[in-house]
């Protein structure tokens, strides 16, 4: 969105982009545009005199970085924040998202479903606040494909510690949980090893941030998989990918986007929706949604995607006809919408 507002608005609109200093993200961003560091004075300042505030980040801090000031207090209540997300919301997020907690000006979505349920669940936004505009960044997805089949799981609240600016630390028995053995035997099968050798593909393995940096290292490598480091831009990942193996990230719409396959790794579903992550299940149903085969233990995780080896990851009909139904937009112009809903066009 930033990139789209310099190229193609910069009469009409100042744009400035809050990033934290250090990160391998500032220097690529400040050749593009105007920066300012962020939780700086600076940022502060910009904070108070922004018409809009624009985020993939729904947290208090980015929201609200100078909220302990009472002698802002009339001028934050009627901050106007617009919430691009961060991914698709399949879950049932009313509990943190709604009105009453966060009080969005303009919440952007992308599916027709998605679009129906921050109407209808207990948000309690209108029209005038929920967009379906499609997502910026889907403006800049493209294919590439390398023969590659790449591994994303998402996270699990009870998998971590504390959270340390934005970083979370690990917990002690990790390579005891399901998730851990799981994924460890997957990357280590031989069979789906030397299946991908036959036919000439590659497995990568990028697991979630949150679990990257802590527990990367307790994964054993095989030299046949390629550990991906979570700094990659996510888009060479899904533009070189040819499969998608993921569990309950929406990572998986940003790969359906682009028409390409997906499996759900789901045998923790249970645990995962009894309170061991952070939101139960929303309008999103993976067995009558999903982009791909569901398998809720091992051995059908490992077959099904012996299959999708062996076709050469082929998109199955059925799945091509719930992507082509899920999405209310598949152009280039996000951005353009996006921007439109923003000022009110």
Same mark, same amino acid.
């Given at each position: /969105?930033?990139?789209?507002?310099?190229?193609?608005?910069?009469?009409?609109?100042?744009?400035?982009?809050?990033?934290?200093?250090?990160?391998?993200?500032?220097?690529?961003?400040?050749?593009? *545009?105007?920066?300012?560091?962020?939780?700086?004075?600076?940022?502060?300042?910009?904070?108070?005199?922004?018409?809009?505030?624009?985020?993939?980040?729904? @947290?208090?801090?980015? %929201?609200?970085?100078?909220?302990?000031?009472?002698?802002?207090?009339?001028?934050? $209540?009627?901050?106007?924040?617009?919430?691009?997300?961060? *991914?698709?919301?399949?879950?049932?997020?009313? *509990?943190?998202?709604?009105?009453?907690?966060?009080?969005?000006?303009?919440?952007?979505?992308?599916?027709?479903?998605?679009?129906?349920?921050?109407?209808?669940?207990?948000?309690?936004?209108?029209?005038?606040?929920?967009?379906?505009?499609?997502?910026?960044?889907?403006?800049?997805?493209?294919?590439?494909?390398?023969?590659?089949?790449?591994? /994303?799981?998402?996270?699990?609240?009870?998998?971590?510690?504390?959270?340390? @600016?934005?970083?979370?630390?690990?917990?002690?028995?990790?390579?005891?949980?399901?998730?851990?053995?799981?994924?460890? $035997?997957?990357?280590?099968?031989?069979?789906?090893?030397? $299946?991908?050798?036959?036919?000439?593909?590659?497995?990568?393995?990028?697991?979630?941030?949150?679990?990257?940096?802590?527990?990367?290292?307790?994964?054993?490598?095989?030299?046949?998989?390629?550990?991906?480091?979570?700094?990659?831009?996510?888009?060479?990942?899904?533009?070189?990918?040819?499969?998608?193996?993921?569990?309950?990230?929406?990572? $998986?719409?940003?790969?359906?986007?682009?028409?390409?396959?997906?499996?759900?790794?789901?045998?923790?579903?249970?645990?995962?929706?009894?309170?061991?992550?952070?939101?139960?299940?929303?309008?999103?149903?993976?067995?009558?949604?999903?982009?791909?085969?569901?398998?809720? @233990?091992?051995?059908?995780?490992?077959?099904?995607?012996?299959?999708?080896?062996?076709?050469?990851?082929?998109?199955?009909?059925?799945?091509?006809?719930?992507?082509?139904?899920?999405?209310?937009?598949?152009?280039?112009?996000?951005?353009?919408?996006?921007?439109?809903?923003? %000022? *009110?066009?």
């Amino acid at each position: /969105m930033f990139d789209y507002l310099l190229k193609n608005k910069k009469k009409e609109v100042k744009a400035a982009f809050l990033i934290r200093k250090g990160c391998k993200d500032y220097e690529r961003l400040k050749k593009i *545009g105007k920066i300012v560091s962020l939780f700086s004075g600076k940022a502060k300042l910009k904070y108070l005199i922004a018409d809009k505030l624009v985020s993939s980040s729904g @947290d208090e801090e980015i %929201m609200y970085p100078i909220q302990k000031s009472k002698a802002f207090r009339d001028i934050i $209540a009627n901050k106007k924040y617009v919430f691009l997300q961060h *991914g698709v919301t399949q879950a049932d997020l009313t *509990g943190w998202l709604n009105k009453y907690n966060k009080n969005i000006y303009k919440f952007i979505t992308t599916t027709r479903a998605e679009y129906e349920s921050i109407l209808n669940f207990k948000y309690f936004y209108g029209k005038d606040v929920v967009k379906l505009t499609g997502f910026c960044r889907y403006d800049r997805l493209y294919h590439d494909e390398k023969k590659q089949i790449v591994i /994303m799981p998402t996270w699990r609240k009870y998998l971590v510690g504390s959270n340390v @600016d934005g970083v979370w630390s690990g917990i002690s028995n990790f390579e005891n949980c399901n998730y851990f053995k799981f994924y460890n $035997a997957l990357i280590n099968d031989e069979r789906v090893l030397s $299946a991908a050798e036959k036919y000439g593909f590659t497995i990568a393995f990028l697991p979630h941030p949150n679990t990257f940096n802590a527990y990367v290292d307790k994964f054993k490598k095989d030299e046949r998989v390629v550990f991906l480091d979570t700094d990659i831009q996510y888009r060479k990942v899904f533009a070189e990918s040819n499969l998608l193996i993921t569990d309950y990230s929406s990572v $998986a719409f940003d790969f359906a986007y682009l028409r390409k396959p997906v499996l759900y790794c789901q045998f923790d579903r249970e645990e995962f929706y009894g309170g061991g992550h952070i939101a139960p299940l929303g309008c999103f149903d993976y067995f009558r949604d999903g982009f791909g085969e569901v398998c809720t @233990d091992y051995e059908s995780t490992v077959k099904t995607l012996l299959s999708y080896i062996e076709s050469g990851c082929r998109l199955k009909e059925e799945y091509a006809e719930r992507i082509e139904n899920t999405f209310a937009f598949s152009d280039r112009k996000n951005c353009e919408r996006v921007y439109n809903a923003i %000022m *009110g066009k």
